[in-house]
């Protein structure tokens, strides 16, 4: 797993498990405690995620919110946009784009919205 970006947009490249859990929730913290504003977390080069991997990125946003900022997921990928519709946390998670696009993956495998 390869985190990039700063305080206002980061990247992850990888795996997203519990391998990688505690080096990612390090570097996503840092990341929302130095800065203001949307932090953008850019999945398009995810090639794997856990249970544990979707935790990161529930506390990262539980921690964005408690000081005022908001993480927003952009390129998610169709695997884990399913995931987050049917578990419905693309009501709590903000997506940038694709989430029309979730909604008609949710609705084709039969998940209600």
Same mark, same amino acid.
């Given at each position: 797993?390869?985190?990039? #970006? @700063?305080?206002? !947009?980061? &990247?992850?490249?990888?795996? *997203?498990?519990?391998?990688?859990?505690? @080096? !990612? /929730? $390090?570097?996503?913290? /840092?990341?929302? @405690?130095?800065?203001?504003? @949307?932090?953008?977390?850019?999945? &398009?080069?995810?090639?794997?995620?856990?249970?544990?991997? *979707?935790?990161?990125?529930?506390?990262?946003?539980?921690?964005?919110?408690?000081?005022? /900022?908001?993480?927003?997921?952009?390129?998610?990928?169709?695997?884990?946009? /399913? =995931? =987050?519709?049917?578990?419905?946390?693309?009501?709590? =998670? $903000?997506?940038? #784009?694709?989430? $029309?696009?979730?909604?008609?993956?949710?609705?084709?495998? #039969?998940? &209600?919205?």
């Amino acid at each position: 797993m390869r985190i990039t #970006g @700063d305080h206002r !947009a980061l &990247a992850i490249e990888g795996r *997203l498990d519990v391998r990688t859990a505690a @080096d !990612a /929730r $390090a570097q996503l913290h /840092r990341a929302v @405690d130095g800065g203001l504003g @949307d932090l953008v977390l850019d999945l &398009a080069r995810l090639e794997f995620w856990d249970a544990t991997g *979707l935790g990161v990125i529930m506390g990262t946003h539980r921690r964005a919110g408690r000081i005022g /900022r908001r993480l927003v997921l952009r390129s998610v990928p169709a695997q884990l946009q /399913r =995931l =987050l519709v049917a578990t419905k946390l693309h009501r709590i =998670l $903000a997506v940038d #784009g694709g989430i $029309a696009e979730a909604h008609g993956i949710a609705e084709a495998h #039969g998940f &209600a919205l």
